[in-house]
DNA sequence: AGCTGTCGTGCAATCGATTGCGTGGAGCTT
DNA sequence: AAGCTCCACGCAATCGATTGCACGACAGCT
């Protein structure tokens, strides 16, 4: 185990200071030094095996070239694809990120938090915002650069990404009409987050502009966003007595428990139910019936994400950013809906 | 945005050295200040919310508390159980992870470990090794501690942990033995990766074992581990025009493909060929038929190479690791495997 | 020739925490 | 009471890179 070359050992060997060999190395500050020199520095460099200490540059910058990256559950499918998208971002401009998993939970939110801070990150993607920490509060106070995916901010202060759910769950909605549905149904997401929140409140918009009463009783709301609640809230669907002929789900997994529980109940999906999902999530392909439902783009969400982030890293003016960014959506059509049943 | 606390704020406020203020702190050198002192820096540093800056800490002590992950893909839905796995190790003991994807290539796993060099991680867990890249060497040679994770290294030097697949493909080919199923193809992983190569291996024991003869034109190889290649293996043997009632696949993926593709051809799975997968991965549950596979603990295989890790970290005397850890596999029957047809 | 301006390089402080060593004083012994 | 030990704390170097400032040399100008 050999001691790593530092510029010290370089400057030694070429006889000049080290503030000539960090100048040299560095390319912006490269024109400031004569060529003959900086090649001269840079053979040594090169022949010694020098590699910059990121730790110590990072002391006396204070920017370490890393950034955290907040989200619920990485063993969520739909996390991966964002982190790809972050990470096609972030890698070649030089920074690494620091994955944590706050699990849903308050606590572990603003714990992790703290740990992002304490390890100096340079900014934070927070895929997992609840709507009000006070350490994600305060550490945008302090000046930290955040922005929030997927989850819209009230506070206005941090800028966000997100799809449109609105145009998505509107989508899916007119798709269904299209194939005769009338009496459709809800199956919300839990209230907490603010997709499930955003998709009820997108759903009774779009009802309230079709000419159709929107039925309360028809919207069953999930505690969590699984197979389970799916098939719990569609089984008090069933159980409320009313007619439908469509399940408009909040996300897929809720549309595959709902399925699934249907067919147990004797009713084919889509001969006698239809029924979507919402994020398009993969391994849809290999699920019968397979799902229509609304694709996200996770990639492209993780990639704007950074993308704003890194201007915030690098603008002064960090007022002339959008706060808002909003990501298309689009309706996929396969297999679990079709024209409704005659009456 | 306010600068943040250092030991040297405490130490003006408390009135000692910031020496003393770092020994107070540290819950290890503590016990060399008197109590009372102690006491005061701590509400102190309590009071002011001092930080301690870890990039500092990091430069001198030369450790920075953060370990690399190396994975092939985190899309790859086996790999974020086992992140879950290490985190749930590592994060208690204070311990980040910066996690790279090698996409398989061997060039972006070259530059991605002195990416993590250059970030001065501790250690590094290396999930995606390819048989001998000269990077992952050096780094070892150059006293970085490694673990790899489902790839076996022939070198010697480096601990690893993998599962064991030979006792997977022997219970699975055992099972469908016990169902009848005496001819019995297979559909083996990419053999430049370790685990297609040692199942396959595996396979050919298990049949040696058996008096059954393996027919060599019974194994059918994939180049990638994903579902198109299941479905062109599983043609592949058909094509073969030789008689066999069951497929024993490398993978789940495979056999997911071989099994569309068999449905395809009006061949019904299990009633009419039986098919099994490896690795039990997620949403497994979900897909009809609903898979026979072999389970790993992909979560206690992460958590194995963080402790492995752990004990590199701390251990002066690595000598006496145990270089390879062995992780025990277990056999799932579900729905897609059945009794053999009668000939 | 002398003055000014520019350019290349060196000097030294700095980031914040850690740590080996030195020191002063308290407490104990004889 | 003198001398000794030991302990708590201070001092200062250190980790490696960055960077404002200063200085010296040389060129260009009048």
Same mark, same amino acid.
């Given at each position: 185990?050999?001691?790593? !070359?530092?510029?010290?050992?370089?400057?030694?060997?070429?006889? *000049?200071?080290?503030?000539?060999?960090?100048?040299?190395?560095?390319?912006?500050?490269?024109?400031?030094?004569?060529?003959? !020199?900086? /090649?001269? =520095?840079?053979?040594?460099?090169?022949?010694?095996?020098?590699?910059?200490?990121?730790?110590?540059?990072?002391?006396?910058? #204070?920017?370490?070239?890393?950034?955290?990256?907040?989200?619920?559950?990485?063993?969520?499918? =739909? %996390?991966?694809?964002?982190?790809?998208?972050?990470?096609?971002?972030? /890698?070649?401009?030089?920074?690494?990120?620091? =994955?944590?998993?706050?699990?849903? +939970?308050? +606590?572990? +939110?603003?714990?992790?938090?703290?740990?992002?801070?304490?390890?100096?990150?340079?900014?934070?993607?927070?895929?997992?915002?609840?709507?009000?920490?006070?350490?994600?509060?305060?550490?945008?106070?302090?000046?930290?650069?955040?922005?929030?995916?997927?989850?819209?901010?009230?506070?206005?202060?941090?800028? %966000? !990404?997100? #799809?449109? /759910?609105?145009?998505?769950?509107?989508?899916?909605?007119?798709?269904?009409?299209?194939?005769?549905?009338?009496?459709? &149904?809800?199956?919300?997401?839990?209230?907490?987050?603010?997709?499930?929140?955003?998709?009820?409140?997108?759903?009774?918009?779009?009802?309230?502009?079709?000419?159709?009463?929107?039925?309360?009783?028809?919207?069953?709301?999930?505690?969590? %966003?699984?197979?389970?609640?799916?098939?719990?809230?569609?089984?008090?669907?069933?159980?409320?007595?009313?007619?439908?002929?469509?399940?408009?789900?909040?996300?897929?997994?809720?549309?595959?428990?709902?399925?699934?529980?249907?067919?147990?109940?004797?009713?084919?999906?889509? &001969?006698? *139910?239809?029924?979507?999902? %919402? $994020?398009?999530?993969?391994?849809?392909?290999?699920?019968?019936?397979?799902?229509?439902?609304?694709?996200?783009?996770?990639?492209?969400?993780?990639?704007?994400? &950074?993308?704003?982030?890194?201007?915030?890293? $690098?603008?002064?003016?960090?007022?002339?950013?959008?706060?808002?960014?909003?990501?298309? *959506?689009?309706?996929?059509?396969? +297999?679990?809906?079709?024209?409704?049943?005659?009456?």
């Amino acid at each position: 185990m050999k001691r790593r !070359v530092t510029l010290k050992d370089i400057a030694r060997e070429t006889g *000049v200071h080290v503030s000539t060999v960090s100048r040299a190395l560095d390319p912006v500050t490269r024109k400031a030094i004569t060529a003959e !020199v900086a /090649e001269k =520095i840079q053979a040594a460099a090169e022949r010694l095996g020098y590699r910059p200490n990121r730790i110590a540059a990072g002391l006396r910058t #204070n920017r370490t070239m890393t950034v955290g990256v907040m989200i619920p559950d990485i063993t969520n499918v =739909i %996390f991966p694809p964002i982190l790809r998208g972050i990470e096609s971002v972030l /890698e070649p401009l030089g920074y690494a990120s620091i =994955i944590v998993n706050t699990d849903g +939970e308050k +606590e572990r +939110e603003s714990r992790l938090v703290n740990v992002l801070r304490d390890r100096g990150v340079d900014g934070i993607i927070h895929a997992a915002a609840t709507r009000d920490d006070p350490m994600v509060a305060r550490a945008a106070e302090d000046g930290m650069p955040i922005v929030t995916l997927n989850r819209r901010v009230e506070d206005g202060a941090i800028p %966000f !990404v997100i #799809n449109d /759910e609105q145009s998505g769950i509107c989508q899916m909605l007119r798709h269904l009409m299209e194939l005769g549905h009338r009496s459709i &149904a809800h199956i919300a997401g839990p209230q907490d987050l603010s997709t499930g929140q955003l998709r009820l409140a997108a759903f009774r918009d779009a009802m309230a502009e079709t000419k159709l009463a929107c039925d309360e009783r028809l919207i069953a709301t999930a505690t969590h %966003f699984d197979e389970s609640e799916g098939a719990r809230c569609v089984e008090q669907l069933l159980a409320s007595g009313l007619r439908f002929t469509a399940v408009l789900c909040a996300n897929d997994r809720l549309a595959l428990g709902a399925i699934e529980r249907l067919h147990e109940k004797g009713l084919n999906c889509p &001969a006698d *139910v239809s029924v979507s999902g %919402f $994020n398009d999530m993969p391994f849809l392909n290999l699920i019968r019936p397979r799902l229509t439902t609304i694709h996200i783009e996770q990639h492209g969400a993780g990639q704007a994400a &950074a993308r704003l982030l890194v201007q915030l890293l $690098n603008d002064a003016e960090t007022d002339r950013l959008p706060t808002e960014t909003v990501l298309p *959506v689009r309706l996929v059509v396969r +297999e679990s809906t079709g024209p409704a049943p005659a009456p």
